[in-house]
């Protein structure tokens, strides 16, 4: 059973408090999200069949979406949706 990121706790308690704050959505998460779309090119040099022609991100939902439309060496087009979930604090 966990604590709320906001339960007091008493000193010298064993349990963890959770130090980050916001997960709706997490910095964390938004900072992936545009890491890897920054990668785009780099993607692209290991994808041996196809290419990712743009990157479509909504970054302002919990666990935000960031999508990949792609197009293969046939022509056809298709998507990759990638969900970028944070974990709460382990630690």
């Not at 408090?17 to 040099?45: A, D, G, R």
């Not at 290419?51 to 087009?77: M, Q, T, V, W, Y």
């Amino acid at each position: 059973m966990g604590i709320s990121p906001y339960q007091v706790v008493k000193p010298g308690s064993k349990q963890n408090i959770m130090k980050t704050k916001s997960y709706n959505p997490s910095p964390l998460e938004v900072e992936f999200v545009n890491v890897i779309e920054s990668l785009q090119q780099n993607i692209n040099e290991k994808l041996e069949n196809s290419e990712i022609r743009s990157f479509e991100h909504n970054i302002e939902i919990d666990n935000p979406i960031l999508k990949a439309n792609i197009i293969d060496d046939d022509g056809d087009k298709h998507t990759v949706i990638l969900r970028v979930i944070q974990k709460p604090d382990d630690f």
